[in-house]
């Protein structure tokens, strides 16, 4: 069974600045799929980023960026030039390919403070 | 992108009644679809996995006869609360993926208050 953990419940960061979420996972499979997701206030679910296990490049959309590290089972979100609508409950999730089912972690409070 | 609606945002209703909440993928076709239950500042807890024409495949520890679930076609799935109490007000999200390996979207929620 795979399990995610999100060591970090709740964080803050000034706007315009970086910050980094962290997420471990642990698995025995070879290849999987990570994912970010944000859940403001409004409490809908949106993709932020996606990562295919077998490519070794880091993903990256506009301000938000992956650091995947698959030795090590780490896969953080990095936000930069931070912004008041970043605040949002952050989850992590992993999947299997052709399993279908997300499991996410606890998720990470970020408040951004202008 | 792919848009899930989920329908109605909201409901109020009273203790021994059911409800129902729809799930819709507007432009794509959905051969699966998730329910899942959010307590508050918790993650989201599947309850259970619906793939069109079959019955759906629930968790560990969600009963089944209380949360009914439909997936009757590619584009809709509906669960319905029967006999809802209090403790079953919480905050239920769907989502719904096409095939392959795309990531699931979700619909915006519906937050179910029993009185």
């Known amino acids: 069974a795979q399990t995610v953990t999100q060591s970090q419940p709740e964080m803050s960061v000034q706007e315009a600045e970086t910050v980094t979420l962290s997420c471990t996972y642990d698995?025995?499979?070879?290849?999987?799929?990570l994912f970010w997701y944000k859940q403001p206030p409004s409490r809908q679910m949106i993709l932020v980023i996606r990562?295919?296990?077998?490519?070794?490049q880091n993903a990256t959309e506009n301000r938000f960026s992956v650091n995947f590290q698959k030795a090590a089972k780490s896969f953080s979100l990095k936000i930069s030039d931070s912004q008041l609508g970043d605040t949002a409950m952050y989850f992590c999730?992993?999947?299997?390919?052709?399993?279908?089912?997300?499991?996410f972690g606890e998720g990470t409070q970020l408040t951004v403070n202008p | 992108g792919a848009v899930v609606s989920q329908h109605p945002s909201r409901v109020i209703c009273k203790s021994g009644t059911s409800v129902k909440i729809e799930c819709r993928s507007l432009?794509?076709?959905?051969?699966?679809m998730f329910w899942y239950r959010q307590f508050p500042k918790k993650s989201l807890m599947l309850m259970a996995t619906?793939?069109?024409?079959?019955?759906?495949?629930?968790e560990q520890g969600v009963e089944k006869d209380k949360f009914l679930i439909n997936h009757a076609s590619l584009t809709l799935s509906t669960l319905t609360v029967t006999s809802a109490h209090p403790e079953d007000s919480s905050f239920y999200i769907c989502?719904?993926?096409?095939?392959?390996?795309?990531?699931?979207?979700f619909g915006d929620g519906t937050r179910l208050s029993i009185l």
């Open positions: 698995t025995s499979e070879s290849n999987y799929y």
């Open positions: 619906s793939n069109e024409g079959s019955k759906a495949t629930y």
């Open positions: 989502s719904a993926r096409d095939e392959g390996d795309q990531p699931q979207h």
């Open positions: 999730a992993f999947m299997i390919p052709s399993g279908s089912r997300l499991t």
């Open positions: 990562q295919e296990a077998y490519k070794q």
């Open positions: 432009d794509f076709q959905a051969t699966t």
